[in-house]
Structures are given as C-alpha cells and as structure tokens.
C-alpha cells in the first residue's frame, strides 16, 4: 500500500478521485487551501485509490494521510 500525505497544513477544499479510481504519477487527486492560496496535491505514483482518509472541509497537518493506493 501506498499512501499519500499532506504537503503542508491546510483545508480540504476539493477531492478530484473517489475509491476505485486509477491514478498516474503527477495527477493531482486532493486541492488544500491554506492562506487563502490553493494548493494541489498530486500523487507521486500509480495505483488504485483503496481508501480516502479526509472529507472536504476537514483540516489536515502536514504528513497527514490523505488518502491509500493500492
């Protein structure tokens, strides 16, 4: 499994795939928003999304877990 983290802290602001979705590396899969700028998060390798660990709204930490690829 691999997982993806948050780059920095911020605001879940936009989920881009949904459990079952195929990704490829340099994809963006989750928009955070921190200081009112609008960060993407994209994912570094492919895979299938087995599990998404935030909703839109939540807060995240840096190195949180966002969501696991299988």
Do not use: C, H, W, Y
Not at 49 to 57: P, Q, S, Y
Request: without cysteine; glycine residues 8%; proline residues 3%.
């Amino acid at each position: 499994m691999k997982e993806i983290t948050a780059s920095m802290a911020g605001t879940v602001l936009n989920i881009l795939v949904a459990v079952g979705d195929q990704i490829t590396p340099g994809q963006e899969v989750i928009t955070l928003e921190s200081m009112k700028m609008e960060i993407p998060i994209e994912s570094e390798t492919e895979g299938t999304v087995k599990e998404l660990r935030v909703n839109i709204g939540d807060f995240v930490n840096e190195g949180d877990v966002l969501l696991v690829l299988v």
